[in-house]
């Protein structure tokens, strides 16, 4: 089901994947997407939002977690096969553990419900800018065996491709234009998120995703560093003598990649509106 924009939409407006079986909230939300200036293609189950994606391309995917017949974390999965279009992912489930699953399967960003409209369409917009570039990309930069190109918008290690997700590319990016610099994962929040709160496991998630893809051994970084009650810092390798003391024996340089305790900082709803508060488990 596709839902076509009215002519008072902006030129170089961006197709949104909308995939939710409960028919009042998709309402809702489509109709704030429309007024944001965006087209809106709908789905009310995993496999039609598969079909639906692979035909119509779509700029972002805002998925819903429990869905009939594939849930939203299938789809993700499935989705993240075939291409990196960015996602959020919509949950009804609270936990902890659940919001990281969806992360961990490739979602971009997670909202919880009951939640804003107002708040999700600007969450849309902040992931569609760090996703597609409307202005001249940054040049393309490289270290220890990394070759990003933003223009592009890929990664390579040492010449083999690499398949990150719209954070994921950012966040490196991000941390190699400033290499050996600490930041916070609040820092990181605000700076590659765009948010001013949130919850910081999905920090913590991404940086064990771009560690599996570009660490020889993702259990010991050599790139990717955590600084023990600081945050992360990307290091690019030193040259091999530097690493040796003067008789000879090696340094051991490996930090230990320990995490503070997850830190959940409280969302903030609309008080105008609240979608998808039905109790629904």
């Known amino acids: 089901m596709t839902t076509n924009l009215a002519s008072s939409a902006e030129p170089g407006n961006r197709r949104i994947l909308l995939v939710e079986d409960e028919k009042t909230i998709a309402d809702v939300v489509r109709d704030y997407l429309l007024k944001a200036g965006f087209q809106v293609d709908m789905a009310g189950d995993g496999f039609t939002a598969l079909e639906l994606a692979a035909s119509r391309q779509p700029d972002l995917v805002i998925l819903d977690r429990m869905l009939p017949g594939l849930d939203g974390v299938e789809v993700c999965r499935r989705l993240r096969q075939s291409m990196s279009v960015p996602v959020i992912m919509v949950t009804a489930l609270g936990t902890e553990d659940d919001r990281i699953l969806g992360l961990e399967m490739g979602a971009d960003d997670y909202v919880t419900k009951p939640f804003s409209p107002r708040e999700l369409v600007l969450r849309v917009k902040s992931v569609l800018r760090r996703s597609i570039k409307e202005f001249t990309p940054e040049p393309p930069v490289e270290a220890a065996g990394l070759e990003l190109d933003p223009a592009s918008r890929t990664v390579t290690l040492r010449g083999v491709p690499l398949a990150l997700t719209a954070r994921e590319f950012d966040l490196l990016a991000f ?20 948010w001013d709160f949130g919850d910081l496991s999905t920090v913590t998630v991404h940086v064990r995703r771009l560690r599996e893809k570009i660490e020889a051994n993702p259990t010991k970084p050599e790139l990717l560093k955590t600084v023990w009650g600081v945050g992360y810092r990307f290091d690019a390798k030193q040259p091999e003598t530097e690493t040796l003391r003067p008789d000879g024996t090696e340094l051991d340089v490996t930090e230990p990649d320990v995490l503070e305790p997850d830190v959940l900082e409280p969302d903030v709803s609309e008080p105008d509106r609240t979608v998808g508060d039905h109790g629904r488990q």
């Open 175 to 194: 941390l190699m234009r400033r290499p050996h610099q600490v930041f916070s994962r609040e820092d990181l929040i605000k700076a590659v998120w765009g």
